[in-house]
């Protein structure tokens, strides 16, 4: 039995224009990132990813989700999820209730505290992010970059069975 591996297929490296406009993302995200981060810890004591936790529940029906639905939005591990909201419940923003219809579930509720909150930190939220991103893009700047962020996005969420995404760890 031959168990010699075939020569490895040399890397596709990056080109020197491929190589700054990736470098750019980085530096862009990883800014934008501390900058809204900065800005919640200031005004309410929280980093952007629970804020996004609150919108989402804010925007939902009676404004709960189940747990699991929650961390696929927040494309976060449900283990990184869980220490989320127990903050948030430490709080008094979230709290928990036990799915009836599962006895493994649990649904993330926002309180009234939690949307008061929201309601006073979303103004300096969105300003935060108009004059950190969409004020420095023209309208077909801000088109062409959703239109790729989603092309992206769709790309690193397969809908295969067995896909190793975050919220199924």
Same mark, same amino acid.
């Given at each position: 039995m031959n168990t010699a591996s075939a020569p490895a297929e040399e890397p596709r490296w990056l080109t020197e224009e491929e190589q700054r406009v990736w470098r750019s993302y980085l530096q862009a995200t990883?800014?934008?990132e501390d900058h809204l981060d900065r800005q919640l810890q200031r005004d309410a004591g929280m980093p952007h990813i629970y804020y996004g936790l609150l919108v989402k529940l804010a925007d939902s029906p009676r404004r709960r989700l189940r747990m699991t639905e929650l961390a696929m939005y927040a494309k976060i591990t449900r283990s990184r999820l869980s220490h989320a909201i127990a903050r948030l419940e430490k709080n008094g923003w979230v709290r928990r209730e036990d799915c009836p219809s599962d006895k493994r579930g649990q649904f993330? &509720?926002?309180?009234?505290?939690?949307?008061?909150?929201? *309601?006073?930190t979303a103004p300096g939220h969105v300003t935060a992010v108009r004059g950190a991103l969409f004020d420095r893009l023209t309208p077909e700047q801000q088109k062409a970059l959703g239109e $790729?962020?989603? $092309? &992206?996005? *769709?790309?690193?969420?397969?809908?295969?069975?067995?896909?190793?995404?975050?919220?199924?760890?």
């Open positions: 990883t800014l934008l993330a &509720v926002l309180t009234d505290e939690g949307m008061a909150v929201l *309601e006073r $790729i962020m989603r $092309i &992206v996005a *769709e790309g690193l969420e397969p809908d295969e069975a067995g896909a190793d995404l975050p919220w199924l760890r």
